[in-house]
C-alpha cells in the first residue's frame, strides 16, 4: 500500500513539474527558442584559434629523490654513499591560450608561462611555432605572446562582457589535463567576483567545467566572443567542482595593450591608503549605507594631496564611475590613463565635495612599506583615563619610550584594552595611538573624552577614531 501511494505522489510530482515546464516555456518562449540545441556550429568556427601552450625549462633535481620504494628499508642495514649534487633536469607543462590577431599575437595566463626557457604555442591542426614573450603581468596573470608564421592565423575577438548576466550560456575551450583541445558548456554564475587573489579582482564566474590545463583559456559567450581568460578555480580536489574564474574581458583588453605596446603595465595611481567603510563606519561617518572607499591616509606628494583631498574623505565617485564597495576603486584608478584629469566625489563631515585629480603613474616605490610592530609593554600599575573599555595615557617622554614612539608623534596611547569591549571587537589593541576622534585631532585623554561626551549628546550610536598602528593609519568605528 505505501508502495503504491508513494508511486502515485511520485506520478503527480512528475507531472505537476511538467505542467509547471510547460508553462514557463509557453511564458518565455522567446528565450527558450534562443537557446541552442546544439553548440557545435559555434565551436567549429571558434575551435582552431585555441591553443595549447607548452613550456619547458630546467630546475634543480630536489635531493633526496627515492628511486625505489624498498630504498628507505635497506637504508637500516646498511650504509649508503654521500649522494652526490642532483644533476638539473628539464621539466614542462601544458596550458592553453588564444590567437586575438592574425599576425601571431597569443594570450594566455603569466602562471602559464612564468620562468619558462622555451614557449611553444600548438594548433588544433598539428602546427607548431616558437612563442616570444612580448610581456606579462603577476597582478592580472596576464601575459601576451607572439608567434610568427608565414601565413595569417585563425584567432577571435573579445567582446562586451558588461553586458553578460548570471544565467548566460558560456563556453570554455582549453587543454584540460593535456589532453588537447576541449571544450566544456556552462552559466555565469556571479559576475565582478573577489576571490583575494590580488588587488584588482573583478572575477567572472561560471560552472563550466575548467580544470589544470585549462589556465589561459578563452571564455566564450553563444556570440563567439571572448568575454573572459579562464584562471582559476576553486576546489578540494584539484578538479573541477564547478566553480571556475574568467579575468573580464574589458581589464584584460587593457591590460593586453599596454604590454603590446610596452611590453609592461602603466596603471593610474591616486596617492592615498583605503580602508573598507563596515556598518558602524559608515554609522559614524553619516553614510545611509556603507559605500565608498574611506581613505585613512594621503601619501605626501602624490596626486591626492595636490588635489586637496583629506584624511577621513569617503571616495563615492571616480572618473563618473560610482564606487561601490573599497575594491572598486584600485581598479578604476589603474584603469585611468596616467595624467587624465578626473572628477572625484568624496563625502566630507557630511557633505558631498568634488575635486580634481590628476592622475599618476604606479610605481612599485609609490609603496609606503608598514610599519614595523613593537612590542609595547602594558602599564599596569600606570595612571590613566578609563573610557570606552579603553586606558588612555598621555604621550609623554616616558610612555614614548615604552611603546618604541618617535618623539614627533601625536596623539593618545591606547595602553590597554578591555577584551570584552566594543573597541576590541574592532581590532583595536594596546601600543596603537588615537590620533583623531570624530575627525578632530587630540593630544590628550581628556580630548578624547570631551569628543565621546560630544558625541553621545547629540545621539551618536558609535564614534569614528582615527589610529596609528604597526601596519599604518585605519580607522575604526568604536560603539560608545
Do not use: C
Amino acid at each position: 500500500m505505501r508502495r503504491n501511494i508513494s508511486s502515485r505522489f511520485e506520478k503527480i510530482i512528475r507531472l505537476t513539474g511538467f505542467g509547471l515546464v510547460v508553462l514557463f516555456a509557453l511564458m518565455h518562449g522567446v528565450a527558450a527558442q534562443n537557446m541552442p540545441q546544439s553548440f557545435a556550429d559555434i565551436v567549429e568556427d571558434l575551435m582552431p584559434a585555441v591553443v595549447n601552450i607548452s613550456i619547458s625549462t630546467t630546475v634543480q633535481s630536489p635531493p633526496g629523490i627515492h628511486m625505489s620504494p624498498f630504498e628507505d628499508f635497506f637504508e637500516e642495514f646498511m650504509e649508503r654513499e654521500e649522494k652526490e649534487p642532483q644533476p638539473k633536469r628539464r621539466v614542462s607543462s601544458l596550458g592553453s591560450g588564444f590567437v586575438i590577431d592574425p599576425s601571431g599575437i597569443v594570450i594566455t595566463n603569466n602562471h602559464v608561462i612564468e620562468n619558462a626557457e622555451e614557449i611553444i604555442v600548438n594548433f588544433s591542426n598539428g602546427e607548431k611555432f616558437k612563442a616570444e614573450l612580448l610581456g606579462r603581468d603577476e597582478k592580472t596573470d596576464l601575459a601576451v605572446l607572439k608567434v610568427i608564421a608565414d601565413k595569417k592565423l585563425p584567432f577571435v575577438k573579445f567582446g562586451d562582457n558588461t553586458k553578460a548576466r548570471v544565467g548566460d550560456w558560456v563556453i570554455a575551450i582549453g587543454n584540460p589535463f593535456g589532453l588537447g583541445g576541449s571544450l566544456s558548456v556552462g552559466v555565469i554564475s556571479a559576475i565582478n567576483r573577489d576571490i583575494n587573489s590580488g588587488p584588482y579582482d573583478s572575477y567572472i564566474q561560471t560552472d563550466a567545467a575548467i580544470n589544470k590545463g585549462n589556465s589561459g583559456g578563452p571564455l566564450f559567450n553563444l556570440d563567439g566572443e571572448v568575454i573572459g581568460v579562464n584562471t582559476a578555480i576553486i576546489s578540494p580536489t584539484g578538479g573541477s567542482v564547478g566553480i571556475g574564474f574568467s579575468i573580464p574581458a574589458d581589464m584584460a583588453q587593457i591590460v593586453i595593450a599596454q604590454l603590446r605596446e610596452y611590453g609592461e603595465t602603466r596603471r593610474g595611481w591616486l596617492g592615498v591608503r583605503i580602508q573598507r567603510i563596515t556598518e558602524d563606519l559608515a554609522e559614524s561617518l553619516g553614510l545611509s549605507k556603507p559605500k565608498g572607499a574611506l581613505v585613512s591616509e594621503i601619501i605626501p606628494g602624490g596626486p591626492a594631496e595636490e588635489a586637496g583631498m583629506k584624511q577621513g574623505d569617503v571616495i563615492l565617485t571616480f572618473d563618473g564611475k560610482d564606487v561601490a564597495e573599497m575594491r572598486d576603486l584600485p581598479r578604476i584608478v589603474a584603469e585611468t590613463p596616467i595624467d587624465k584629469a578626473v572628477s572625484v566625489k568624496v563625502q566630507r563631515r557630511g557633505k558631498v565635495v568634488s575635486l580634481k585629480v590628476k592622475v599618476g603613474r604606479l610605481e612599485e616605490s609609490d609603496q609606503i612599506a608598514a610599519a614595523q610592530p613593537t612590542d609595547p609593554k602594558t602599564p599596569t600599575q600606570q595612571p590613566g583615563l578609563k573610557l570606552l573599555g579603553l586606558t588612555l595615557e598621555t604621550l609623554d617622554a616616558k610612555t614614548r619610550s615604552r611603546a618604541g614612539l618617535d618623539e614627533d608623534k601625536d596623539g593618545v596611547l591606547i595602553a590597554k584594552v578591555d577584551v570584552d569591549s566594543s573597541a576590541s571587537e574592532s581590532g583595536v589593541k594596546s601600543g596603537d595611538i588615537i590620533v583623531e576622534v570624530d575627525q578632530t585631532p587630540v593630544a590628550t585623554p581628556q580630548n578624547v573624552e570631551e569628543l565621546v561626551n560630544k558625541a553621545k549628546k547629540a545621539g551618536k550610536k558609535s564614534i569614528l577614531v582615527l589610529m596609528q598602528t604597526p601596519q599604518g593609519l585605519r580607522f575604526v568605528a568604536i560603539k560608545i
